[in-house]
């Protein structure tokens, strides 16, 4: 089955500075990748996602990139801000008849004042 | 607010016994999905559900079970409780059967299994 390896497991930036978190996928047939944010205590919400016929792609001040080959995806967040802190997951899933995803187990953003 | 609702809130339980979780999909969302997220497993993708039917199994264990009503709300049921099973249990709904389709997620459910 698919695998995905998220990274770093805890990542603490100050405030305005930029963040990257990666994820690594075994399975070559996943070609829908989301991103989640979940608050402490709140439900998970999408932020981004891509699709594999897609390398880039950006919503303000956050991107995410794709790299079929090399089966990575970036969640790259700019000019951080408090309120970015908590924890994000990535998934990849194999669409088509079924949902399956994968997730990775999480990054915990901190961001300093 | 997802429209996503969630019963029970906090759910306190013993080992051995059986609980049932409700979820309820926003207005027009056909597709139900179970996930369960602990400390040590993350969030782990459970089994879902599109107009009524199993589309897709995760890592569901045979002690849970789950099924989607003709009204779309969906019950996921845990017996034989174990207390590995504490978790926090989310579902999510989506308007179409894929992936294609963003998820919305509900509250959640804890579960203490003492």
Do not use: K, Y
């Given at each position: 089955g698919e695998n995905v390896e998220q990274h770093p497991s805890t990542l603490s930036v100050q405030e305005g500075d930029s963040a990257v978190i990666k994820c690594t996928y075994s399975d070559s047939a996943s070609n829908y990748f989301p991103w989640y944010k979940q608050e402490l205590g709140k439900r998970p919400q999408l932020i981004i996602d891509i699709r594999s016929n897609v390398g880039e792609k950006k919503d303000q001040r956050i991107a995410v990139t794709l790299n079929k080959t090399a089966k990575h995806f970036s969640l790259h967040i700019t000019e951080t801000q408090p309120e970015d802190s908590a924890v994000y997951f990535c998934a990849a899933i194999t669409s088509g008849g079924s949902y399956i995803p994968t997730f990775g187990r999480g990054t915990s953003l901190i961001v300093h004042p | 607010d997802s429209g996503v609702t969630q019963t029970p809130k906090h759910l306190i339980t013993a080992t051995g016994q059986r609980v049932t979780l409700r979820c309820s999909p926003r207005s027009g969302d056909l597709s139900v999905y179970w996930y369960q997220q602990s400390l040590d497993q993350g969030l782990q993708f459970l089994i879902h559900y599109y107009n009524g039917e199993e589309r897709a199994k995760g890592?569901?264990?045979?002690?849970f079970s789950a099924q989607q009503f003709p009204d779309l709300h969906s019950e996921l049921n845990l017996s034989s409780?174990?207390?590995?099973?504490s978790a926090l249990y989310f579902c999510a709904s989506s308007?179409?059967?894929?992936?294609s389709n963003e998820q919305f997620f509900g509250p959640g459910t804890r579960l203490t299994v003492l």
């Open positions: - | 890592n569901i264990l045979e002690r409780l174990e207390l590995g099973d308007v179409g059967g894929t992936s």
